[in-house]
């Protein structure tokens, strides 16, 4: 593994940014030529929608990844964060501007779809998060800053609640993705890390 994490520490962060974003422009295109079948704009809802959602999961994945299997990708963990909101920005985005578009629908369909609410939610929990997402803001908040950065476990929750909510019938898919969330953010129940410490010298001293 530390040759693995050793090639991570060289890749450069400005390359996630740009690799990461490019998707939302390939899809972007797709949809302009046709290329996102016949509800175009349903469909790039969809994909943004579902690209953040993983990239959230990949966040919520970078401490346990570190913790249980010592791969450290904490360089990259802001970067995927914010590429995260950059997508819920697009889906939201296309939900707005594309696809609803009358004001008055848009606050009718907060108020009374309940996977519209959730969804809206999550987004707002995202907003400080992507806000404080700098050095600035870090030295200034100091202690309270990966407090208000836990608000990413509810939106998480909130995302992969929403996406449940929104499809028609039983599909795998939504649930397999709330379903590792779940995982993801059990792993950080206190009860878990106390455990996996009361372990560790039981492991260390049988070994």
């Given at each position: 593994m530390?040759t693995?994490?050793q090639?991570?520490?060289?890749?450069p962060v400005?390359?996630?940014?740009?690799?990461?974003a490019?998707?939302?422009?390939?899809?972007?295109y797709?949809?302009l030529t046709?290329?996102?079948?016949?509800e175009?704009?349903?469909?790039?809802e969809h994909e943004?929608?579902?690209l953040a959602?993983q990239?959230?999961i990949?966040?919520l994945?970078i401490?346990?990844?570190?913790r249980l299997?010592?791969l450290?990708l904490?360089?990259f963990?802001?970067?995927?964060?914010?590429?995260?909101?950059?997508?819920?920005?697009?889906h939201?985005?296309?939900?707005l501007?594309?696809?609803?578009q009358?004001?008055?629908q848009?606050l009718?369909?907060?108020?009374?779809r309940?996977?519209?609410?959730?969804?809206m939610?999550?987004?707002v929990?995202?907003?400080?998060?992507a806000l404080?997402?700098?050095?600035?803001?870090?030295?200034?908040?100091g202690?309270?800053?990966?407090?208000?950065?836990?608000?990413t476990?509810?939106a998480?929750?909130l995302g992969?609640l929403?996406?449940?909510?929104?499809?028609?019938?039983f599909?795998?898919?939504?649930?397999?993705?709330l379903g590792?969330?779940?995982?993801?953010l059990?792993?950080r129940?206190?009860a878990?890390?106390?455990?996996?410490?009361?372990?560790?010298?039981r492991?260390?001293g049988?070994?």
């Open positions: 530390d693995v994490n090639l991570f520490r060289r890749f400005w390359a996630v940014y740009l690799l990461g490019l998707p939302a422009f390939w899809l972007f797709l949809g046709g290329g996102l079948g016949v175009p704009i349903k469909a790039l943004y929608g579902e959602l990239l959230m990949l966040t994945s401490s346990p990844m570190r299997l010592g450290n904490m360089k963990r802001r970067s995927i964060g914010l590429l995260c909101f950059f997508y819920v920005s697009c939201l985005l296309v939900w501007v594309l696809d609803v009358i004001i008055g848009i009718s369909d907060i108020a009374k309940p996977y519209i609410t959730i969804g939610g999550g987004f929990l995202m907003l400080p998060l404080t997402s700098n050095n600035f803001a870090v030295r200034r908040l202690r309270a800053w990966p407090r208000l950065h836990k608000l476990y509810a998480a929750l992969a929403h996406y449940v909510m929104l499809v028609k019938g599909q795998i898919e939504p649930l397999f993705y590792v969330v779940v995982v993801l059990a792993l129940l206190p878990a890390q106390f455990r996996k410490r009361q372990s560790a010298p492991a260390s049988r070994a």
